[in-house]
């Protein structure tokens, strides 16, 4: 199946340790090696998940004090306005936090991070189809994080991470925002181009560079996952660089896609102009909603895997998952108009996108109660791993849930943008992704650096920043309920709201714990990297490609070329007895009238 | 151990649950009844999907909370997982039943959806008349009047009547307004009324509702708009047809003033001209 195989040839180049003289530059900071690189993507993500979470603090610091001067921090940052968060400020916290967050951490940490290091260790590769551009979507994120970084200089991004115009199109809307925001476009851009070139190279290679025996269906749910991401990804990105470019002319070579004629805008000349504002939101929003699913798809692939490995159990319902991700790639193309219920566009519209938005959940569910199945008879005990996919199941829920309350069309003209908005997509992307993410870690860890990561420190990690984490979302929902806008810098101008200043204390201490535990994890990631149990090849009984080779993996990967007899979740499987785990590479000679029922169970 | 973290996981449920129960004491809830019809059946619709969600969110922690206490019991008790590929007829049914769930619950919304917004379902005399213009700016909303007796045009009338941030509509009718905006984009929210709707650069919407009672109602903008998105604060009163009339005869007297036809209070005016 397998035309393409190098890792034939470099098996044996590399086999007997006769590497190339790489110096520590092409090794280490403009390396080529696909381990390299994931790894790169995970600790500058792992740095920016800092950066993000700071700027929320900021913006839940305003939200419980308002007005207040920041403790200590504040004299530093805001100096001039006596420590406060001046409303543009809050602003641009809030805007950048959104964009740090999405395209430095979350879009990076799963298809850069992981994508990168699991891919050709999964299927059994021996790097990338295209080693140098994979180098390259790599380095395309500093020329992003350098533009972000330069909006945040000249007073950021004022319009919010989707950067609808008229106040993200015409320099007049917002005050001081001229260059911030058209450097946010150019980091969008690059951020875009980063990921682009990644996706053609997950999609080659998954196609063209399997090891022998590994068939579509022998392939783990995390590489499912990645590819169907970089589907996604490939199909989605373009409209949204196509959409930034116009927003970026719109701003400095004075076209109007997004501007209608004759607005007075802060009393400047009435424009010029002929645009249509709604239709940067479809063309935002047809990125960006499937956007969420490639923030979240691979999370859902390497949950499944962990959570099997830790159930010592087949995945419950293969082909249907693999089925179901498909379903939430397929639909995610027709949903994006439920971002824009209130926004006037025509009404059958809205009734067309609720349904597909409603049917989403169908493949959402099937995988909840697929989890539930797989850790159904299953054997766990509660490591990091465990828990921190058994949260992402929790959490996921949750989030799943309350999407269906903004499905319905009517019932969002009322929860649309208030903080039921908020709290449901972090629910999604912080409960669901990263809590999948920082199993991730743990579980992969071994595979990555040859040590196991502190248990102890990971279960008192996990624990923070569940509790933080739920202390902080929950309460969003009721906020939501009680009709709370988002983005107010100060919502207590407003009498309906001036009681929910408790809660929203509440909600920022929360926030302040869960913060604060995510140094526990860095500290962890540092810490083990030392101290660490040193351990073999397979430190948890996987079954998948990743734990056949060692730990960590050499340059070219295997050191002997993988064959692949069966799918990766032959777990407790009757066929050995020694074991529990019953790894894709492993031969079993017996007669053959066992070796096809096994691959009839494999089939059902 | 393993009952530690069982609990942790089980309390998610049991405390999102009571949490819910209990929001309303704290004000954590609806800001108060809905005050319109259209309110009353969103708030319905609301309220029988949370049944669905909650009976769905208790079953599936049950669900997850049972599997995770038994699997972890495992390792005491000795003996392999369970080696299952996955059951077929199971598959089957949680595909098919929640697939009609959804349909249930999307078709069930189209109803409102359709009253609240299609052209055609508009109630015939509000759109024949609309009572004002909302012409959201940075960072207020512009109210534009017709003259007593006249209607609104789309196009600005001499003898028309201008208010900020307060919108005067006649209560238990359907009303209608058309939203518009001068620069960027906004949001007309009415939480006690759940009404929302953006205001897009370059179009006239029209938005109708029928309040009930007789009040002052928040009005804010539910669309980042700029720095001083939070202080778009108005309000609606909903009032008795007569003392709207009154309102906007009163409006005229005021706007119409010269200073100089009677030189006591705008009242005596009003008065004058009556």
């Excluded at chain 1, 990644?198 to 068939?215: C, K, L």
């Excluded at chain 2, 078709?107 to 359709?114: A, S």
């Excluded at chain 2, 512009?142 to 941030?165: C, E, H, M, S, W």
Aim: net charge negative; hydrophobic share 45%.
């Amino acid at each position: 199946m397998s035309t393409l195989n190098p890792a034939l040839e470099h098996a044996h180049d590399h086999g007997h340790g006769d590497h190339h003289e790489l110096t520590f530059v092409q090794k280490y900071i403009f390396s080529t090696d696909h381990k390299i690189i994931g790894i790169q993507f995970l600790i500058t993500t792992l740095l920016m998940l800092l950066v993000g979470g700071a700027l929320a603090l900021g913006v839940r610091w305003q939200l419980a004090f308002p007005w207040q001067s920041m403790p200590i921090l504040g004299q530093f940052f805001y100096g001039a306005q006596g420590g406060q968060i001046a409303p543009e400020t809050y602003t641009m916290l809030f805007t950048m936090h959104a964009t740090v967050m999405i395209f430095l951490v979350i879009i990076p940490v799963l298809a850069g991070a992981f994508g990168n290091f699991l891919i050709p260790l999964m299927i059994g590769a021996d790097d990338m189809a295209f080693p140098t551009l994979n180098m390259l979507s790599y380095w395309f994120m500093w020329p992003a994080i350098f533009f972000f970084f330069l909006s945040f200089v000249f007073g950021g991004g004022q319009a919010g991470w989707t950067s609808y115009p008229v106040l993200s199109a015409v320099v007049e809307a917002a005050p001081g925002s001229g260059h911030a925001q058209t450097c946010w476009l150019m980091g969008v851009t690059f951020v875009g181009v980063s990921s682009m070139m990644g996706s053609v190279n997950y999609m080659t290679t998954i196609i063209n560079m399997r090891a022998p025996g590994m068939t579509l269906f022998r392939m783990p749910l995390t590489i499912w996952a990645m590819f169907i991401t970089a589907i996604l990804q490939a199909f989605a990105l373009p409209v949204l660089t196509a959409a930034g470019f116009m927003l970026l002319t719109d701003r400095t070579l004075g076209t109007t896609f997004f501007v209608p004629s004759g607005l007075v805008i802060n009393n400047s000349d009435p424009t010029v102009g002929g645009g249509q504002p709604l239709l940067w939101q479809h063309l935002f929003w047809f990125y960006s909603h499937p956007a969420v699913y490639i923030m979240l798809l691979p999370a859902m692939g390497m949950t499944s895997d962990m959570l099997a490995c830790m159930s010592r159990k087949p995945i419950f319902g293969y082909k249907p998952m693999v089925l179901s991700m498909a379903t939430i790639a397929g639909l995610g193309f027709i949903v994006w108009g439920h971002h824009m219920f209130t926004s006037g566009m025509n009404p059958a519209l809205g009734m067309t996108f609720m349904i597909s938005t409603m049917m989403i959940a169908l493949p959402s569910a099937v995988k909840v109660f697929n989890w539930i199945g797989t850790i159904w008879g299953g054997r766990i005990t509660f490591n990091t791993v465990t828990l921190n996919c058994v949260a992402f199941v929790s959490m996921f829920l949750i989030g799943g849930l309350s999407g269906i309350y903004m499905a319905a069309v009517p019932v969002d003209i009322y929860f649309h943008d208030t903080y039921m908005i908020v709290a449901h997509f972090h629910y999604v992307l912080f409960g669901a992704t990263l809590f999948g993410v920082f199993g991730a870690i743990q579980f992969w860890y071994p595979k990555m650096f040859g040590r196991l990561m502190s248990e102890k420190l990971g279960k008192i990690h996990f624990f923070l920043t569940f509790l933080g984490f739920n202390g902080a979302f929950f309460p969003m929902h009721l906020l939501g309920m009680a009709g709370f806008p988002r983005r107010y810098a100060d919502p207590y101008v407003h009498p309906y709201l001036e009681h929910l200043v408790p809660v929203n204390q509440f909600i920022t201490i929360s926030a302040i714990v869960m913060g604060s535990a995510q140094i526990l994890l860095l500290f962890n990631f540092c810490y083990s990297y030392f101290c660490g149990e040193k351990i073999g090849r397979n430190p948890w009984g996987g079954n998948g490609l990743e734990w056949f080779a060692p730990s960590p993996p050499g340059h070219g990967n295997f050191d002997v070329l993988p064959v692949v007899y069966r799918g990766p979740y032959e777990y407790s499987s009757p066929l050995v007895t020694d074991r529990d785990y019953l790894m894709q590479t492993d031969y079993l000679p017996p007669p053959d009238s066992e070796s096809k029922d096994e691959t009839d169970e494999q089939k059902t | 151990m393993r009952v530690f973290w069982c609990l942790v996981f089980l309390a998610v449920p049991i405390l999102a649950v009571l949490s819910c129960i209990y929001a309303e004491d704290y004000g954590l809830w609806f800001p108060g009844e809905a005050e319109t019809l259209l309110g009353k059946q969103i708030d319905d619709l609301f309220y029988m999907i949370n049944i669905i969600v909650t009976v769905t969110f208790i079953g599936s922690n049950a669900g997850l909370c049972y599997v995770i206490w038994r699997a972890s019991g495992k390792q005491e008790e000795g003996g392999k997982a369970w080696f299952c590929h996955g059951v077929h007829s199971l598959e089957v049914i949680w595909s098919i039943v929640p697939a009609c769930i959804l349909m249930f619950i999307s078709l069930y919304q189209l109803d409102v959806w359709m009253q609240f917004r299609v052209r055609t379902n508009y109630p015939t005399e509000a759109a024949a008349k609309p009572v004002a213009e909302v012409t959201a700016r940075q960072f207020e909303w512009r109210i534009r009047y017709p003259a007593p007796g006249k209607d609104l045009q789309l196009q600005p009338q001499p003898d028309d009547l201008y208010t900020v941030n307060d919108l005067h509509v006649p209560v238990n009718q359907p009303v209608m307004i058309q939203l518009r905006t001068i620069d960027v984009q906004h949001s007309f929210f009415v939480p006690d009324l759940r009404v929302k709707q953006d205001a897009i650069p370059g179009q006239v919407i029209p938005i109708w509702f029928n309040v009930l009672h007789n009040g002052e109602y928040d009005l804010t903008c539910a669309e980042l708009c700029g720095w001083g998105h939070y202080k778009m604060r108005g309000r609606v009163v909903a009032e008795p047809v007569e003392d709207f009339q009154a309102y906007l005869v009163k409006l005229q007297a005021e706007q119409s003033y010269d200073g100089v036809a009677n030189e006591d209070s705008p009242e005596l005016a009003q008065s004058g001209e009556e």
